[in-house]
Structure formats: structure tokens, C-alpha cells
């Protein structure tokens, strides 16, 4: 089956505390992203990658570091995580940027 | 001011009617998508859009690129179709940067 998957799904954790959510996909997809999803605030892009060690930054990169050494998987780092990246994250991918976008079930993270 | 506007913010409808949900934006786009997110749960990619009209079941969604404006239509709205519904663009030269609207929520009451 296609899918992206995305763990942990939920994730409780300390300020400072350095964290790692994993973004997985099967269908060979060169695009990837992550979101952040804030109530009132809607969804905004972290980072993107459109292959295999090229990313760029998205429109709140500040607090998160990306990379894609291989193709399907693209993780999203917090190295100091703060109460103020407490939100709901999606990972997405697509065959190419201008594509239909698949997205992963969400992780919601809760910095304390 | 938001470079992506939908409105409205809230619709609720009764179980049949036609359904208009409306974005609008002011910058130049390669291409704009519509996503679903139901409560509590995932995003789902509706329709990606360059020009014209797609249509897929009920659903269907509209852009003119001159107007700077798309809708999504749904016809004969049903209470599973209660959801947001998300309009997002590629703006022109931003490398597939995608940029959202805030969302519209829908309720369809039975």
C-alpha cells in the first residue's frame, strides 16, 4: 500500500530535550516536506527537499534542521526543542513539487 | 495581508444543497491544490490545479488564472463532508514552496 508514514504519532517531551521525527515513504517520491499545523494559524511549511541531499527551507524554518541522505525517508530534527514548537506535524511527498501531495497521519508534539 | 484568502471561514449546509468554497490570491502561481482534513485526522489532496476544471465524483473544482480566484464545488453535500477544506498555492519562482489558506470549515447536517 502507499503511504507515508510518520513516527512517534504523538510525542511528550521537555524543553531542550533533542528529538527526531521520522517521515518514511514507499512510492519513490523525489519531493518531501514537512508541515506545521497551528490553530488560527493554519498550515506552514518547515523545510523541503526535491531529492536525495537537496533541501531548502520552507516559510518556519528557525528551530528545526532537515536532511535526505536517502530518497525515502526524511526526517525532521528539533536540537532545543520549546514550548512554542508544540504543534501538529505533517510529512508529504510528491512525485515532483507540482504534484498531488501525499500526506503523512501527523505527529503532535507537546514541548513542556 | 495573507497572500492566500478563503472564505468563508465557517459554512453549514443541510444534507443536499451545493456547496461553494472559495480562494483567492494575489501573487502569480504555477499551480493551486485543494486538501481535505477531517476532524482529528490526516490531509487529503483533492485536486491540483494549473488551469480549467477537474472533476471527481461529487467534487469539483475551478481556477481562473486572470481572476486570481478558484473555487471547489460540492454537489448534493453529504454529513461525511464535514471537514476543512484547505486551498494552498506554488507561487511562481518559490521552488515548490507551497503557501495555505487558513481553511474553510464545512458541517453538513443531516
Known amino acids: 500500500e502507499a503511504q507515508v508514514t510518520q513516527n512517534p504519532r504523538y510525542l511528550i517531551t521537555v524543553t531542550g530535550k533533542k528529538l527526531t521525527v521520522t517521515c518514511s515513504q514507499n512510492?519513490?517520491?523525489?519531493?518531501m516536506s514537512w508541515y506545521r499545523q497551528d490553530p488560527g494559524l493554519g498550515l506552514r511549511q518547515i523545510y523541503y527537499?526535491?531529492?536525495?541531499?537537496?533541501?531548502d527551507k520552507g516559510d518556519v524554518p528557525e528551530g528545526y534542521k532537515v536532511s535526505r541522505k536517502e530518497k525515502r525517508n526524511f526526517p525532521l530534527i528539533l536540537e532545543s526543542p520549546s514550548p512554542n514548537q508544540t504543534s501538529l506535524y505533517f510529512c508529504?511527498?510528491?512525485?515532483?513539487?507540482?504534484?498531488?501531495?501525499?500526506f503523512g497521519p501527523g505527529t503532535r508534539l507537546t514541548v513542556l | 495581508k495573507n497572500e492566500v484568502e478563503q472564505s468563508p471561514q465557517n459554512l453549514t449546509a443541510q444534507e443536499g444543497e451545493f456547496i461553494t468554497i472559495n480562494c483567492s490570491y494575489s501573487?502569480?502561481?504555477?499551480?493551486l491544490h485543494w486538501l481535505q482534513q477531517h476532524p482529528g485526522g490526516g490531509i487529503v489532496s483533492l485536486f491540483m490545479?494549473?488551469?480549467g476544471k477537474k472533476k471527481h465524483g461529487r467534487l469539483i473544482a475551478t481556477i481562473n488564472i486572470q481572476e486570481k480566484h478558484s473555487s471547489l464545488h460540492i454537489t448534493a453535500s453529504h454529513p461525511r463532508d464535514s471537514a476543512v477544506y484547505i486551498c494552498?498555492?506554488?507561487?511562481?519562482?518559490?521552488?515548490?514552496?507551497?503557501?495555505f489558506g487558513k481553511g474553510t470549515l464545512l458541517t453538513v447536517n443531516p
Open positions: 512510492m519513490n517520491h523525489e519531493y
Open positions: 501573487v502569480g502561481i504555477s499551480a
Open positions: 527537499s526535491m531529492n536525495v541531499e537537496v533541501t
Open positions: 490545479l494549473s488551469s
Open positions: 494552498a498555492v506554488e507561487i511562481v519562482g518559490s521552488n515548490y514552496k507551497l503557501t
Open positions: 508529504a511527498s510528491s512525485w515532483m513539487g507540482t504534484d498531488t501531495q501525499y
